[in-house]
C-alpha cells in the first residue's frame, strides 16, 4: 500500500487474502494459505494469467526458496489499474 492510501488496503481487507502488517510502503504482503494450495509462484502465475493480476512470490526474496504461501502487492500503479486489480481480488 502506498504512503497514505489506507483504500487499497481496506479494500484488501474485503477478500479472503490474510493481510500482514505494512506501513508507508507502496507493497503490501498477504497470506493465501487458505485460499489455494499452490506454492508460491504457482500462485503469482496463477493469478496473473487467469485473474490478470500481477503480485511477486515473497520466496522469490530468499536464497533457498523459503515458502510461506506469502505474496507480495505493488500499490505503485494508476488510479484506474488499482481498482481493476482490487475488483479483480474481490471476486476470489
Known sequence: MCAGGGR???VLKDTRFKLLPSEGSYFQCVD?????????????????????VAAIPLSA????????RV???????????????LQR???L
Not at 493465501?32 to 490478470?52: D, V
Open 8 to 10: 487499497e488496503r481496506q
Open 32 to 52: 493465501f494459505f487458505e485460499m489455494n494450495e499452490l506454492i508460491n509462484a504457482e500462485f503469482c502465475k496463477w493469478l496473473t494469467t487467469e485473474i490478470g
Open 61 to 68: 526474496f530468499y536464497g533457498d526458496g523459503f515458502d510461506q
Open 89 to 91: 481480488l474481490a471476486k
Open 71 to 85: 505474496v507480495r502487492f505493488c500499490f505503485a500503479k494508476k488510479d484506474e489499474t488499482l481498482q481493476t486489480a
